[in-house]
């Protein structure tokens, strides 16, 4: 059964760089595309992150992602923090999702 | 801009049933393929359940397989959840959510806001 692992949490200071990953079991995560959904608590989900490392439209460049085949991993990575970026992060492939991230910014 | 709205969330006992409504704009409606994402309060996102374009293609989560029917009016640009045998464990929020191709590359690009279920006596 595939699977993917994210850390519960990661905290970082405004203005630096938070990376989170997203390890897969069970499958090649490369198999297939890689999304990420920023949920802001009492919000739905957006997309920050399509097909692994395209940004939609309205989400600044400061969002991030990519695949690492070696490691069977994708990585969501957030530069510039912001108080505004606390939330948590899902990944996705299929019709799996990743438990899920809390970002806290300090 | 694309819009999805839920609405037909409630309390119910096990056992119960409800039809969950998604209401779009924004986008041509049916040349996409929808699907039901829910989240468990204190748990993660969960999968439940995709209807490709043309109505060609439909699956479910195992978990709900049997009991839920997604189904959609393109002409009313609304996308539907029939929630039948009703359990405690199915108590999410439930989120309307756009796929980024008709015949379902589980990407997806568009979420609403969700609509609250919960299941319990």
């Known amino acids: 059964k595939f699977m993917l692992t994210q850390p519960h949490s990661v905290s970082e200071s405004p203005g630096k760089t938070v990376t989170i990953s997203c390890t897969g079991s069970g499958g090649a995560i490369a198999g297939n595309f890689v999304q990420w959904y920023q949920q802001r608590p009492g919000s739905g989900p957006t997309t920050v992150i399509f097909?692994?490392?395209?940004?939609p439209s309205g989400v600044p460049d400061r969002f991030s992602g990519s695949i690492d085949s070696s490691s069977n991993s994708a990585s969501l990575t957030i530069s510039g923090l912001r108080t505004e970026d606390e939330a948590d992060y899902y990944c996705?492939?299929?019709?799996?999702f990743g438990g899920g991230t809390w970002v806290s910014v300090l | 801009e694309v819009k999805l709205v839920e609405s037909g969330g409630a309390l119910v006992q096990p056992g119960g049933s409800l039809r969950l409504s998604c209401v779009a704009s924004?986008?041509?409606?049916?040349?996409?393929?929808m699907h039901w994402v829910r989240k468990v309060p204190g748990k993660g996102l969960e999968w439940v359940a995709i209807?490709?374009?043309?109505?060609?293609?439909?699956a479910y989560a195992a978990s709900v397989k049997g009991r839920f029917t997604i189904s959609r009016d393109d002409a009313e640009n609304s996308l539907f959840l029939q929630m039948n045998s009703l359990r405690p464990d199915d108590t999410a929020s439930y989120y309307c959510?756009?796929?980024?191709?008709?015949?379902?590359?589980?990407?997806?690009?568009?979420w609403g806001q969700g609509t609250q279920v919960t299941v319990s006596s």
């Open positions: 924004g986008f041509d409606f049916e040349e996409y393929a």
């Open positions: 097909e692994s490392d395209q940004r």
């Open positions: 209807l490709t374009w043309n109505n060609n293609n439909l």
């Open positions: 959510v756009k796929d980024m191709a008709g015949g379902g590359s589980y990407s997806f690009d568009s």
């Open positions: 996705q492939s299929q019709r799996v």
